[in-house]
């Protein structure tokens, strides 16, 4: 059933939308978007790295990322310069470093495109292994977290005063984030995996009036993004990662003709 | 004083200093079961700060705080919520921790909000909201509840009713109340006890004890009993940045 590279990449890409749904909620609701940004970007040296030493692609783009996650945390701490500058400072060095690194690599064909915008080819039925086991543990541990994390998000003192170590609940959303990245960048490109996170989730906020249901009209979202991003990549030729994501695009630009009502009824 | 299993939480010489500034220094006060504490003094004499230390909050602080309780439930001063966020009364009571439908039910019959439930917490005026944190702060029956400024925006006759409620709720749950207040009538009238702060403790003692002292009367003047909630703050000392203080 998986010797057909078309359905290994709708499996795979099945499996990451149940992870990007409710994560992508989360850095929606936390302002995360560039910081998802940055990992992915640094994603870049990851791979770099995974082709140099022979390594699994998912596993040293964890790494990298949530390396680069921790300098981030320390230049926070360190230096006086703004959250958004740090970022940016990560993302393109991160990722000019990657892009050099390539460069002395002649003896291995890079496939760019692929990496940068996804490829629905490279799915390997060893990749599923990795995106669904992978991915259950992510959401494993998100509901774990989810009270802290949640509650944090509203009102860090709330949260903190009482009892729920919502500094512990970000370390941890910060590798699941790292985690996600690693295990969506062959389906959807190092430059999207963000739009994948916060596209369906943005749609599902025009949609919903509570957390929970804006957590299942994200995977909902996703879903369909994948479906039909995917079956428009196969029929016309092109990339994975833009075609899911121009997907998602449409599915939100429809979500805003819901917001629109909503608002009326509430003037 | 009571025995110690009634201490619920006890801050022993705390303070807390922010870029070379103390905020506030010293302090020492417990709070235990059945009693209510209440925290009085000008704008920036520390009174949130101490709140925050109590909870907690701050890590790095001078001193030493030892609580003896999780089941603690805040009502905070200022609470800035994303309102981008979808979320309803009743998302929002079960923030930290799950309850079941009666219990909110109750605790927004309550403090008089129950027909808010559905309603999104935007949606909410400020008095309407500070009702619902109240709610949510009571409705988990903490062991120790930390109140700062809880009735703020809430209209006279609901301000009343509230100060009555938390009387009411420390009686029947027995818990500790840490609260924070301007209006001094109901300083004078349901407190056990009452810390004065300036930056640190001017006095403290039985809200007859420190109406009399002479540091509070400097603090609040003399008529302060009579101007209830509004009341000038005369300095009589000045604080140093290196937290000393000087007298006038």
Redesign the interface.
């Known amino acids: 059933m998986f010797d057909d590279f078309f359905i290994r990449a709708l499996v795979a890409g099945i499996g990451v939308a149940f992870v990007t749904g409710p994560l992508g909620c989360f850095v ?2 936390r302002r995360l978007s560039y910081f998802g940004d940055t990992l992915a970007h640094s994603a870049l040296l990851g791979v770099t790295l995974a082709f140099t030493m022979e390594f699994n692609i998912a596993i040293s783009v964890f790494v990298i990322s949530s390396m680069i996650a921790l300098i981030l945390i320390q230049l926070q701490k360190k230096t006086n310069l703004p959250g958004d500058a740090l970022l940016g400072l990560l993302a393109h060095s991160s990722l000019a470093v990657g892009l050099v690194v390539i460069g002395f690599l002649t003896f291995i064909r890079f496939d760019i495109m692929g990496l940068l915008f996804g490829d629905i080819l490279a799915v390997s039925v060893d990749d599923l292994l990795i995106i669904w086991i992978g991915g259950a543990l992510i959401l494993l541990v998100l509901k774990l977290i989810w ?1 802290p994390l ?2 944090s ?3 860090y ?8 170590n919502p500094d512990r609940a970000k370390a941890i959303f910060t590798i699941l984030m790292a985690a996600i990245i690693a295990i969506s960048i062959k389906m959807v490109g190092l430059l999207l995996i963000t739009g994948m996170l916060i596209i369906p989730a943005a749609m599902a ?1 025009n949609l ?7 957590v299942i009209y994200s995977i909902i979202g996703g879903l369909l993004s994948v479906i039909i991003g995917l079956f428009t990549s196969l029929e016309f030729n092109t990339s994975s990662g833009p075609s899911i994501i121009t997907a998602a695009l449409l599915l939100f630009i429809l979500s805003l003709f819901k917001i629109k009502q909503s608002i009326k009824l509430k003037n | 004083m009571s025995t110690d299993q009634n201490i619920l939480v006890k801050l022993n010489d705390a303070g807390l200093q922010l870029n070379s500034k103390w905020l506030v220094k010293g302090v020492s006060l417990q709070v235990e079961k059945g009693k209510i504490v209440t925290l009085i003094g000008p704008n920036g004499s520390g009174k949130s700060t101490t709140a925050k230390i109590a909870l907690g909050i701050y890590k790095k602080i001078d001193g030493s705080v030892e609580k003896y309780t999780n089941k603690v439930g805040y009502v905070p001063q200022k609470i800035s919520i994303d309102w981008t966020l979808p979320l309803r009364v009743n998302d929002f009571m079960m923030l930290t921790e799950s309850l079941n439908k009666e219990t909110i039910d109750e605790a927004l019959s309550l403090t008089g909000v129950i027909h808010l439930k559905d309603k999104n917490l935007g949606d909410l005026s400020g008095g309407e909201f500070q009702r619902v944190l109240l709610a949510r702060a009571i409705s988990k029956k903490p062991d120790l509840l930390v109140l700062d400024e809880p009735v703020q925006g809430v209209d006279f006759t609901g301000e009343i009713a509230l100060y009555e409620l938390i009387k009411k709720i420390s009686d029947e749950l027995s818990c500790g109340i840490l609260l924070i207040s301007h209006d001094l009538h109901t300083v004078m009238s349901a407190t056990d006890h009452v810390v004065c702060l300036n930056g640190h403790v001017c006095c403290s003692g039985s809200p007859m004890d420190v109406a009399k002292n002479n540091e509070y009367k400097a603090l609040f003047g003399e008529q302060a009993s009579q101007i209830l909630s509004r009341y000038q703050h005369k300095h009589d000392h000045i604080h140093t940045d290196e937290g000393e203080i000087k007298k006038n």
Do not use: C, D, H
């Not at chain 1, 003192?157 to 729920?164: F, N, R, V, Y």
């Not at chain 1, 919903?208 to 249901?213: E, G, I, T, Y």
């Open positions: 929606i609701w009270k949640f509650a998000t509203v009102n003192e709330l949260a903190e005063a009482e009892g729920l906020r919903s009036s509570s957390p929970q249901s804006m």
